[in-house]
């Protein structure tokens, strides 16, 4: 064989070995792109029920520092004050709805509010959170880029109980699937949907339990939660940072519930979980 001919086919060889080469590492960046999209890509509001309190004051000024590390979360505090004379005003990150703080209907009204409010700011996901809980939009938008939702949140609940003062006062909507108010995830498309047949959501029930009613009535979609292992319900360990960083350290939790009879003490254990976020682990007290 001429030496020629043997260059030629070496020559050859290694073309189709660089074609495949680019080939494969195309499909591999094809694929990457849509399995592992940008988390940064998707926008959130977060929705924070709130109200005037003395508890409650400080967990806003703790977790309005913290979720203003998220560049792609726009949160904003909603909370209702009688004297205000129009229907509501928006000071920096609170929205001041002209009404009075009841447990029902006021929660579900000043909600509603709330989002017709929010309904044409740009965002793929509403979050309609609490002031107590602390949510990591980090790992929430890494589980949202492979797990999209609709309607659901951080965790399931089905209404197997009597609730007088929430409205549940029989058996009428026992066996009810619906987002624990702690966190409940809308798309914008759902959302939309939502406040287009507001009139149909029943006043009389407490909030969360008032849209599980509503979702399964009206809106064609199926309930999703993020899973369980994701989320924390924080005992009350009396403000005790070892045994707080114990709980959390190493886990991979997005949502931090913090519900104690003494709200003090809510107080002090969110500031250490934040810190722990947050990578200040120094400035807590051990």
């Known amino acids: 064989m001429k030496k020629s001919t043997i260059l030629t086919s070496i020559l050859l060889s290694i073309f189709v070995l660089l074609l495949l ?4 590492f195309i499909f591999y960046i094809r694929k990457k792109q849509i399995y592992e999209p940008l988390t940064n890509d998707i926008l959130f509001v977060n929705l924070v029920l709130y109200s005037s309190d003395e508890q409650y004051d400080k ?23 009688e004297n205000l004379t129009s229907e509501y005003i928006i000071k920096d990150d609170v929205l001041v709805i002209r009404g009075k703080e009841t447990y029902v209907p006021g929660i579900l009204e000043k909600t509603l509010m709330a989002f017709d409010f929010i309904k044409n700011y740009e965002f793929d996901y509403l979050v309609r959170s609490n002031i107590s809980t602390i949510i990591n939009f980090d790992l929430l938008s890494e589980y949202l880029a ?11 609940m089905v209404l197997q109980w009597l609730d007088e ?25 759902t959302l939309t949907d939502l406040l287009n047949y507001k009139d149909n959501i029943k006043k009389n029930l407490i909030d969360d339990v008032a849209i599980g009613v ?12 993020v899973p369980e292992s ?7 360990e009396n403000g005790d940072a070892t045994k707080i960083i114990d709980l959390i350290k190493d886990k991979d939790y997005i949502f931090y519930r913090n519900r104690q009879p003494d709200r003090a003490t809510d107080v002090a254990q969110m500031k250490i979980i934040i810190e722990y976020l947050q990578g200040n682990t120094n400035s807590i007290s051990i």
Do not use: Q
């Open 230 to 236: 994701r989320f924390i319900s924080l005992p009350d």
């Open 21 to 24: 080469f680019v080939i494969g």
């Open 59 to 81: 967990m806003y000024e703790l977790t309005r520092n913290y979720y203003k590390k998220f560049k792609n979360v726009r949160t904003i505090y909603y909370k209702y004050n």
């Open 214 to 225: 509503f979702a399964k009535e009206y809106l064609d979609v199926e309930p999703k939660y």
């Open 165 to 189: 003062p929430g409205g549940i006062v029989d058996e009428t909507y026992w066996g009810t699937e619906y987002a624990s108010g702690t966190s409940i995830i809308f798309s914008k498309s």
């Open 146 to 156: 492979t797990n999209p939702i609709e309607y659901g949140g951080s965790l399931k």
